[in-house]
């Protein structure tokens, strides 16, 4: 059976996830097995893929109350699976990018030591 290609990610979506990731303390950009992911001391903030189904997908972490919501919310976000606080959403035409800026900052505080994460403004609550 012959195998399905993953598509490639469209390199403006690489640089919109970039302009915000790379602009964090220390953050690293690098191919990964598949996609391009961003990476704190080690640990991965983000990372957006196509899947053999076509579709683009970014993931990232969360806190534990955006883990159960994201879980709730349905298309186009979801939960990986394969970790606890592992959260993402379905990228297209369609994407609010203001709102993938949030949830990449999110996920770098959750991923970098909490030094880095404290010289990152973000809104109270």
Not at 41 to 66: M, N, W
């Amino acid at each position: 059976m012959a195998r399905v290609q993953r598509p490639e990610v469209p390199l403006a979506w690489v640089r919109r996830i970039g302009e915000v990731l790379l602009a964090l303390p220390e953050v690293e950009q690098e191919a990964a097995w598949t996609g391009v992911r961003w990476r704190v001391r080690g640990r991965t903030v983000a990372h957006v893929f196509g899947g053999e189904d076509q579709l683009f997908r970014v993931t990232f972490r969360g806190e534990p109350d955006e883990v159960a919501a994201f879980r709730h919310l349905g298309d186009p976000y979801f939960c990986t699976g394969w970790s606890s606080d592992g959260i993402g959403l379905v990228v297209d035409g369609q994407t609010d990018w203001e709102e993938v800026a949030e949830l990449l900052t999110d996920s770098y505080c959750v991923q970098a030591p909490q030094q880095l994460a404290d010289q990152v403004p973000r809104p109270p609550g």
